[in-house]
């Protein structure tokens, strides 16, 4: 049961799960004081804005297929990793030789004896030298 208290606005969130059979029901408690919703009930009542339900069932389903597709992104990455890594052993199987056009540099002088030395110049620091 996480529960979540913002000690600036005085909300507390409790969330349940329940799984009965084949139906998961998830069930989010917010709590506050009835001050803090007055103006937003009135900007609601005069149709400025989605009511409390509506609003919160909209973001609730929002919120729940984000939960799902993070789930689905995971394995479509998983998935991607497994291809990219069988195709990373395909290229590292073939004879080693001279670099292709593209994978040389642009200007033709390949980086022979570069390092790399820090050097503060503020918020950002790096230098390359030809030592």
């Known amino acids: 049961m996480p529960k979540g208290k913002s000690e600036k606005s005085g909300l507390l969130v409790k969330v349940t799960e329940e799984t009965v059979g084949d139906t998961r029901t998830v069930t989010i408690e ?5 001050d803090m919703f007055l103006f937003a009930d009135m900007l609601a009542q005069r149709k400025k804005i989605q009511t ?3 609003y919160f069932k909209t973001a609730a389903m929002e919120a729940t297929k984000a939960y799902l597709e993070s789930a689905e992104e995971v394995i479509s990455g998983v998935n991607q990793d497994q ?3 069988s195709a990373d052993a395909k290229d590292r199987s073939g004879k080693r030789g001279r670099k292709s056009p593209e994978d040389r540099p642009e200007n033709g002088i390949p980086p022979v004896g570069l390092k790399v030395k820090p050097v503060n110049v503020g918020p ?5 030298t030809g030592d």
């Open 52 to 54: 409390c339900p509506a």
């Open 83 to 85: 291809k990219k890594d």
């Open 124 to 128: 950002v620091s790096a230098a390359v």
């Open 30 to 34: 917010i709590k506050g004081p009835a």
